[in-house]
Every structure is written in structure tokens, then in C-alpha cells.
């Protein structure tokens, strides 16, 4: 369980793990706030956008679209390895997943499957969008496997946390896939060695 850090502190943390980071807009004060709390916080949720085209998926992520409002995610990790910051707080991404899938993550042990959708995981974990068409074909340039390792890493490293602290949307909530293309056991197994 642990305190969200502020957003100054984010940006730091992302920084100091060697990520090129561009801030977007007010994205510091850009949240969901008034929709619930954000916090404890108790890990990172990475997705696939199903997108196309760094403009427009930053685009998306920050202002959200018809019946689900931004920002939705924290940041966007462009195929480039960029990492746009959209919101900070409460933000539209991880939608209601497996408490017991939550229990996993904070024991920090392996993931059950995940068969309900019963908990708020907007309110406790940071999420990163990830530019990709999810359809299985669209590449994972390495730049962005290693700043989703790295910015997924820096967030554990400065709440003590391991790398089972990371998990993707498709291990949350029934019915999802992202992120698609990669396994996120493997990218795992990477954020384990950075925090070594």
C-alpha cells in the first residue's frame, strides 16, 4: 500500500531512469478526481491503445472520447519510446477488474486468473498507454519495450516495490487482451533485472 507521489516527484522518478518525458498541457492537475479517490496506489497496469500515430493517440489518451472522458492513462509511451504525460490522478484506465487479482499484486505474488470485475483499479494503479494497434502484427520497437521497462521500474524502485508489482490490463479485467503482442511475464522478467 502506498501514498500516490506527486506529480513533480513522477516526473523525477521518470527522468532519473533515463526516459525522454514531454509534458503535455496541465496534465499535472488534469485527473478524475471528483470521480472517486486515486490512491493507495499499489502498482502499474500497461495497455495497448489500438491506435495509430503519436499526435493522435496522445490526443485520444488526454481528452478521451464519447462515454469515457480523459485523461486515460498517465502516460502515453509512443512506438519512439517517449513518454507523453496526459493526467495525473484518477484516471479513466484500469476500469473495475479481480480484487483477487489486486490481492496477488499488493502480496506481490503470482496473478490469478482474473474471472470478475468487482474492484475500482483507477483508483490503484498508475497506468501507461502503450501506441499500438494491439492486433497482434503491429511491431514493439525496442525503444518502447525498454521505456515501458524502465518507466514501469522507476515506479517500483521508488515505492519498493517488485516487479510483480506490474501487471497488464488483459491479467485485471475478463475479456480484455492488452497489451497484445508482447507477454507481459517476459517484460516482467526485465523490470526484475533493472530493479537489480
Not at 477488474?97 to 505474488?109: N, S, T
Not at 497489451?179 to 517476459?186: D, E, I, K, V
Request: contains cysteine.
Amino acid at each position: 500500500m502506498a501514498t500516490p507521489m506527486s506529480a513533480s516527484r513522477f516526473l523525477d522518478v521518470l527522468r532519473d531512469e533515463g526516459i525522454t518525458v514531454v509534458q503535455v498541457g496541465d496534465w499535472r492537475t488534469h485527473n478524475r478526481n471528483h470521480k472517486g479517490p486515486w490512491g493507495p496506489v499499489h502498482g502499474v497496469m500497461i495497455h495497448h491503445t489500438v491506435t495509430s500515430g503519436t499526435s493522435k493517440t496522445v490526443r485520444i489518451c488526454r481528452d478521451g472520447y464519447p462515454g469515457l472522458p480523459g485523461p486515460l492513462c498517465h502516460g502515453v509511451i509512443a512506438k519512439s519510446g517517449t513518454i507523453h504525460l496526459v493526467g495525473y490522478g484518477r484516471a479513466n484506465h484500469a476500469g473495475m477488474g479481480d480484487d483477487d487479482v489486486l490481492r496477488a499484486v499488493i502480496a506481490e505474488r503470482a496473478l490469478p486468473r482474473d474471472n470478475e470485475a468487482n474492484t475500482d483499479g483507477n483508483r490503484h494503479f498508475y497506468g501507461f498507454e502503450c501506441e499500438n494497434l494491439g492486433d497482434g502484427e503491429d511491431p514493439w520497437p525496442k525503444a518502447q519495450l525498454e521505456a515501458i521497462e524502465r518507466a514501469s521500474a522507476a515506479i517500483c524502485r521508488h515505492h519498493g516495490w517488485n516487479s510483480r508489482s506490474v501487471i497488464g490490463h488483459l491479467e485485471w479485467q475478463p475479456g480484455k487482451i492488452d497489451p497484445r503482442g508482447f507477454s507481459m511475464n517476459t517484460m516482467r522478467a526485465r523490470i526484475h533485472e533493472r530493479l537489480q
